[in-house]
């Protein structure tokens, strides 16, 4: 399989995860919104115990997102080419609040070491065009993904936060920002 169908499979394969997750979001209570790096360390934990070559692949937030970049959950996947399988664990208040098997196949690339967090990926994407859309057309940040290898024409091994801005009646707003150095590197509408 070429390099532009795998990321084409890996694209779909997050959109539909994007899809799995926003269907299990539930209220966000009394729990208090944190910056998805505070959530990783627990999860790595849970995932080293599963398999010990578990790689983090994709990160994506469970719960609203707030003005600051925080959830107050999050969403963790792991790859472990050994058990061949992926697995997400959901962290909330500093806690797992649900671990699971994805029935899908998610061989993906694991995500850069020292990408941002996503406070400062947040404040790109504002900067880069989810403030003025979301000002123009009353939309609402839906999702923030990050992930290696899966929106990124330019450069399709970076690993980037994507973020999906929703508005009623207009199509979504797609940000897309490289998790190392904070640039936005493309945004559309679809």
Same mark, same amino acid.
């Given at each position: 399989?070429?390099?532009?169908?795998?990321?084409?499979?890996?694209?779909?394969?997050? %959109?539909?995860?994007?899809? %799995?997750?926003? /269907?299990?979001?539930?209220?966000?209570?009394?729990?208090? $919104?944190?910056?998805?790096?505070? !959530?990783?360390?627990?999860?790595s934990a849970a995932a080293q115990?599963?398999?010990?070559?578990?790689?983090?692949?994709?990160?994506?937030?469970?719960?609203?997102?707030? !003005?600051? !970049?925080?959830?107050?959950?999050?969403?963790?996947?792991?790859?472990? $080419?050994?058990?061949?399988?992926?697995?997400?664990?959901?962290?909330? *208040?500093?806690?797992?609040?649900?671990?699971?098997?994805?029935?899908?196949?998610?061989?993906?690339? $694991?995500? /850069?070491?020292?990408?941002?967090?996503?406070?400062?990926? %947040?404040?790109?994407?504002?900067?880069? *065009?989810?403030? /003025?859309?979301?000002? /123009?057309?009353?939309?609402? %940040?839906?999702?923030?993904l990050l992930m290696r290898g899966a929106f990124s024409e330019?450069?399709?091994?970076?690993?980037?936060?994507?973020?999906?801005?929703?508005?009623?009646?207009?199509?979504?707003?797609?940000?897309?920002?490289?998790?190392?150095?904070?640039?936005?590197?493309?945004?559309?509408?679809?």
């Amino acid at each position: 399989m070429d390099d532009r169908i795998s990321r084409t499979c890996i694209a779909t394969a997050a %959109l539909i995860l994007v899809s %799995l997750v926003s /269907a299990r979001r539930g209220v966000a209570g009394d729990a208090a $919104p944190f910056a998805a790096r505070t !959530g990783l360390e627990l999860a790595s934990a849970a995932a080293q115990s599963w398999s010990p070559d578990a790689r983090l692949v994709y990160v994506e937030n469970d719960d609203a997102v707030d !003005g600051g !970049g925080g959830s107050v959950r999050w969403g963790y996947l792991f790859y472990s $080419p050994a058990e061949d399988r992926a697995r997400v664990w959901s962290v909330r *208040g500093g806690r797992i609040a649900a671990a699971e098997n994805l029935d899908m196949r998610f061989d993906a690339p $694991p995500v /850069a070491a020292g990408w941002l967090d996503s406070g400062p990926a %947040l404040a790109a994407a504002e900067q880069g *065009g989810g403030a /003025a859309f979301r000002k /123009a057309s009353g939309a609402k %940040l839906q999702s923030m993904l990050l992930m290696r290898g899966a929106f990124s024409e330019g450069a399709p091994d970076a690993t980037t936060w994507t973020f999906v801005y929703s508005a009623s009646g207009a199509p979504s707003l797609f940000v897309v920002v490289d998790a190392t150095s904070g640039k936005v590197q493309r945004t559309w509408r679809g």
